[in-house]
């Protein structure tokens, strides 16, 4: 059983890069409202969210690669460096919008290497 919640473990942050790619390039201004920061849409700062997720889509199809060649390590170790992901996230969140906005990333990037730890052990 702990190894099939390792595995689901992989794929979720699998997904979640994914998805998040694709709603960063398909709907930016619903992914800045999630993230806590909503922006204009057309607006150059739509655009950079846009930006955002073609590099969560990077991402998380490089993940999808880990999984199918069975690299649970290289998928852990890619999830326990996006705290530093969510750890700038909550700065640039905490300076443009509230702490409320920015503590969901603070959370998030004191977290992630922990479960990204067990994931790959």
């Keep these: ?52 997720g073609g590099r969560n889509l990077t991402f998380g199809i490089i993940a999808g690669i880990f999984l199918q060649r ?7 170790t890619m999830a326990g460096l996006l705290a530093v992901d969510g750890f700038i996230d909550g700065c640039v969140t905490l300076k443009h ?8 990333h603070f959370g998030a990037a004191f977290i992630i290497p922990f479960v990204a730890m067990w994931m790959g052990s």
């Design 70 to 76: 069975g690299d649970l390590k290289a998928v852990a």
């Design 97 to 104: 919008a509230s702490m409320v906005a920015a503590i969901p």
């Design 1 to 52: 059983m702990p190894d099939q919640l390792k595995l689901l473990a992989n794929y979720g942050v699998t997904g979640f890069l994914l998805t998040t790619g694709l709603v960063g390039l398909l709907a930016p201004t619903t992914m800045a409202a999630l993230f806590g920061m909503p922006v204009e849409a057309d607006s150059y700062a739509s655009g950079f969210v846009q930006c955002m």
